[in-house]
T-cell receptor, first 114, second 115 residues
Framework: DGGITQSPKYLFRKEGQNVTLSCEQN?????MYWYRQDPGQGLRLIYY???????QKGDIAEGYSVSREKKESFPLTVTSAQKNPTAFYLC?????????????FGSGTQLSVL | DQQVKQNSPSLSVQEGRISILNCDYT??????FLWYKKYPAEGPTFLIS?????DKNEDGRFTVFLNKSAKHLSLHIVPSQPGDSAVYFC??????????????FGKGTKLSVKP
């Protein structure tokens, strides 16, 4: 059963700590994305990757880092430089990097600051 | 500056009636529009889309209408069911020369369908 798996579902971060959110897909999709959702807000793009070993900054990349060493995996690290990390984080993928592609989303990770 | 606007944060409809969710955009370069549905603590799921070369697309109970001159699109759900209660996001692409990474989302409209 193909899909996108995000883990953990809930994550807590202490001050000054880096945390990593996992995203794995078995859809054989080339492109992967990370979005952030704040209450009452739309989804904002953090980073995206068109292909393995390549990634680009989105609209709100500051304080975040990513890697794309494998096609299936696109982990997101929330660094201590991100001063307001509390949000719902969504990973997504699409078949390819073209227009009119439909994004497939994971079930999300809720990150909170202790 | 919001390029995709959903001006109604919430909408309440009686079961069996029509739900109309609205979306306005400012960038005339957008050429593809999508609606996503999202339940609490879950990821959005694709619902329906429309290309700018069309003015209507229908899929079962869901119909999306596009008015390019007004830069406006709407999602009609007929008949509405309690299971349709969710947040609906409008999204647009093409404004940056075809980059999927620049899919622009509205803030969403929370639909409540009451039995």
């Amino acid at each position: 059963d193909g899909g996108i798996t995000q883990s953990p579902k809930y994550l807590f971060r202490k001050e000054g700590q880096n945390v990593t959110l996992s995203c794995e897909q078995n859809l054989n999709h080339d492109a992967m994305y990370w979005y952030r959702q704040d209450p009452g807000q739309g989804l904002r793009l953090i980073y995206y990757s068109q292909i393995v070993n390549d990634f680009q900054k989105g609209d709100i990349a500051e304080g975040y880092s990513v890697s794309r060493e494998k096609k299936e995996s696109f982990p997101l690290t929330v660094t201590s430089a991100q001063k307001n990390p509390t949000a719902f984080y969504l990973c997504a993928s699409s078949i390819g990097w073209t227009d009119n592609e439909k994004l497939f989303f994971g079930s999300g990770t809720q990150l909170s600051v202790l | 500056d919001q390029q995709v606007k959903q001006n109604s944060p919430s909408l309440s409809v009686q079961e069996g009636r029509i739900s109309i969710l609205n979306c306005d955009y400012t960038n005339s370069m957008f050429d593809y529009f999508l609606w996503y549905k999202k339940y609490p603590a879950e990821g959005p799921t694709f619902l329906i889309s429309i290309s700018s070369i069309k003015d209507k697309n229908e899929d079962g109970r869901f119909t999306v209408f596009l008015n390019k001159s007004a830069k406006h699109l709407s999602l009609h759900i007929v008949p509405s069911q309690p299971g349709d209660s969710a947040v609906y996001f409008c999204a647009a692409s093409g404004g940056y020369g075809g980059s999927q990474g620049n899919l622009i989302f509205g803030k969403g409209t929370k639909l409540s369908v009451k039995p």
